[in-house]
């Protein structure tokens, strides 16, 4: 089991962790030797090799350092000015241009030259991060230790995939096939995939027993019905769905939405109409699909769950990555409605008031009638901007597609949209629902 | 073997063959029996301990009707949390709409039914789960929760005492705290 030094004094706690960081910074040195020997013996590359050697060097530097008791520490306004930045909005938009900034520069960001070194800064900083006591709780807590792990093997996955995919489009540009044409040896299944399935089973029981030798499985204590802990998070895997539940009703956000990711994903092969890119990596080719795999996947699902794992505390608040998790941390979080806004602020009129002794139909008309806003916005998003995009931006979408795919995959895409467009006017305007309707349990 | 071969054997057996048959079919029937039977009797058990199972062990449950004390031990501007653990109920002494009230209000969360806590400082009840909060009079105002707490029937019993009943709720955004029987004025 690892023993995490007294977190009681920053001091303590930054000597206790001398030792540990020390064989950190080693362990990544070596990483980078390994790196210079994959590039002088396979890529042939002097540049790189000379590069990988320095940076070994100075993470063995840096072991050294922290072995003697003098880890890197990040100075004390930097965490500072990390919690103020790293707020909900700034995060997620900083995501979203991340993501744009690597559509669009893909051709650099997967050489090796940057994608290594981008490893190495990621490394530093954890290295240095670990020595803020609040960072090193959030991020070794055994529920959050795999997360750390899923954000490097995505990472590794999303560079593998697109490396291969930019080296396809140069071959496809200069009118050679994909390098997956090539492919032309056949193995059989018996015994050379089922030895590999079998190595790689034993290999996994192996890491997972490791695992939990190490880490021990997070056990509270007896479930009370009276008492739910503060903060009560869904397993990590959930934590996407239980970040969408803040910014829609239960019903949407728990039912609708689950069901329309699936329902999605499984007509995507119907609403496709483009039939290259089958069977090779290649970004060019199929540059819409990549773009919302990129979005929905990297962009939503995971961001949430990183959102739900590192940012959420106590009282589900937001904290920086150096924050300490204090349950009395206040934050102005006050819901308006759009009917609200709609009525009260910009009109300067009080919002319409269903009378206690009014029913059916009057009823109906006066909530319609307060609603006006949220369901005229709502039209116009899900019916109007469609049409109006079918004439415009997606005219040659549209045509190939057809009315009916065409309306499918558009609704489905501006689902999507719709929770970052709503998770951010949540965080800056204090909207909640768009129509809200309590009396008849509807709210959008 | 070939074909030839074997005839004649199935020949020499066939003649013999009645009573040894007769002997095989009533050992069949009798295993047939059995096992029916067995599985019968499994079927049984099984479908006994699933009823079984339907019946919890231990089955205790807090009253729906109980007496919280006299109104005159509640200040103004009181939230009482001895009443939670057990019946999942705040006895607030506070204002609805100008009017002050003891009214009982439930500790369920109404976005998805976690238990709320009492936050003194913030004058608030907050959810561990999505952060919803709500005010003393149990307004909804932060966080996904789409409306108010319910309230629980809150009365004067005979000897003078508060009497809450679980078994009858009251929601805001119905227009159900203009009711009586949801408070007691103060």
């Not at chain 2, 020499?12 to 029916?36: D, H, V």
Request: aromatic share 12%.
């Amino acid at each position: 089991m690892i023993d995490w030094p007294h977190y009681a004094s920053e001091e303590g706690f930054v000597a206790g962790l001398a030792g540990p960081l020390g064989w950190y910074y080693l362990g990544v040195a070596a990483l980078n030797l390994g790196a210079m020997w994959y590039a002088l013996r396979r890529r042939r590359s002097r540049l790189e090799a000379v590069v990988w050697a320095l940076m070994g060097m100075a993470f063995a530097g840096l072991g050294g350092l922290a072995m003697s008791g003098h880890p890197l520490v990040l100075p004390e306004w930097l965490k500072d000015a990390c919690d103020r930045a790293l707020g909900p909005v700034t995060f997620t938009l900083g995501a979203m241009a991340g993501l744009v900034i690597f559509y669009l520069g893909r051709r650099v960001l997967v050489q090796p030259l940057v994608s290594w070194t981008a490893l190495n800064v990621s490394l530093l900083l954890m290295g240095a991060s670990m020595t803020d006591p609040d960072f090193a709780r959030t991020v070794s807590r055994p529920d959050n230790v795999p997360i750390v792990g899923m954000v490097y093997l995505l990472a590794f996955f999303t560079w593998l995939g697109t490396a291969q995919a930019v080296r396809n489009d140069e071959r496809l540009r200069r009118g050679q096939g994909p390098v997956e044409a090539g492919f032309t040896d056949k193995v059989l299944v018996w015994p050379d995939v089922v030895y590999i399935e079998l190595i790689g089973a034993i290999v996994a029981t192996v890491v997972l027993v490791v695992w939990s030798l190490l880490i021990p499985a997070p056990l509270e204590e007896p479930a009370n019905p009276a008492v739910t802990p503060n903060p009560s998070k869904a397993p990590w895997y959930f934590l996407g769905l239980q970040e969408m539940l803040l910014y829609f009703d239960p019903a949407v956000a728990g039912v609708v939405l689950p069901a329309l990711i699936i329902l999605g994903l499984m007509a995507i092969p119907y609403l496709d109409p483009n039939p290259r890119g089958s069977g090779y990596y290649t970004v060019d080719q199929r540059r819409f699909g990549w773009a919302v795999f990129l979005f929905g996947f990297l962009g939503l699902w995971i961001l949430l769950i990183l959102i739900g794992t590192f940012m959420r505390g106590p009282n589900w608040s937001f904290f920086g990555p150096y924050e300490p998790r204090d349950p009395h941390k206040i934050a102005a979080a006050t819901n308006i409605k759009l009917c609200e806004y709609f009525w009260a602020v910009w009109l300067g009129r009080g919002v319409p008031r269903v009378p206690p002794e009014s029913g059916g139909l009057q009823k109906l008309g006066i909530i319609l009638w307060r609603e006006i806003a949220g369901l005229t916005l709502t039209c116009a998003y899900f019916v109007v901007l469609p049409a109006v995009l079918a004439r415009t931006a997606l005219r040659r979408m549209r045509q190939a597609m057809g009315r009916a795919r065409y309306w499918l995959m558009i609704l489905l895409l501006l689902m999507m949209l719709m929770l970052p467009l709503k998770m951010i006017l949540n965080w800056t305007a204090h909207l909640s629902y768009i129509v809200s309707i309590p009396e008849y349990s509807f709210n959008l | 073997m070939r074909r030839a071969d074997r005839r004649p054997v199935a020949g020499a057996q066939g003649r013999r063959g009645p009573s040894r048959r007769g002997l095989l079919r009533i050992t069949f029937s009798w295993l047939l029996w059995l096992g029916f039977a067995a599985l019968g009797a499994v079927a049984g058990l099984w479908a006994a301990a699933t009823a079984r199972f339907l019946f919890p062990n231990a089955l205790k449950e807090p009253p729906q009707r109980f007496k919280v004390g006299f109104p005159a031990d509640y200040p103004p501007a009181h939230v009482e949390s001895r009443f939670k653990d057990e019946h999942g109920v705040w006895v607030v002494h506070g204002t609805y709409r100008g009017q002050a009230q003891i009214y009982a209000l439930s500790s369920v969360c109404t976005h998805l039914g976690c238990i709320t806590i009492w936050q003194e400082e913030q004058k608030r009840f907050k959810c561990p789960c999505h952060g919803s909060a709500f005010y003393m009079d149990g307004i909804n105002y932060e966080g996904p929760a789409p409306r108010p707490l319910e309230r629980y029937a809150i009365r004067i019993a005979d000897d003078g005492q508060l009497e809450v009943d679980k078994s009858r709720t009251y929601q805001e955004e119905l227009g159900q705290w203009h009711d009586p029987d949801s408070y007691v004025p103060t």
